[in-house]
């Protein structure tokens, strides 16, 4: 939160799918992740389902199952492996 706090970067807590958007959305331009984001609801289900607390990256496959996790965040959120693993997926799928 301190080099937060330096960059002058302050996010409120979201309060709506649009306030989480509009973050998201401010997030990827400004750390120029040229994937797709993805949001999650309001009700953060995902986060219950997959317990991504603290935050992690995952890689969930078309039949529902955890192919890639990453380190805990936000020291260990390895962008790169992350897309790594996404593209191996995808040559794989590819593949059958």
Not at 22 to 38: F, K, R
Request: charged fraction near 20%; include cysteine.
């Amino acid at each position: 939160m301190g080099v937060n706090v330096t960059d002058d970067i302050l996010i409120r807590q979201h309060q709506s799918n649009e306030e989480r958007e509009g973050v998201a959305q401010t997030c990827s331009l400004g750390l120029g992740i040229s994937m797709p984001v993805l949001v999650e609801d309001m009700d953060d289900a995902t986060d219950a389902a997959y317990g991504a607390s603290p935050d992690r990256l995952y890689l969930v496959g078309l039949d529902g199952t955890v192919v890639y996790k990453g380190g805990p965040g936000p020291w260990f959120l390895d962008a790169g492996e992350w897309e790594h693993a996404i593209e191996t997926y995808l040559e794989g799928q590819a593949a059958t």
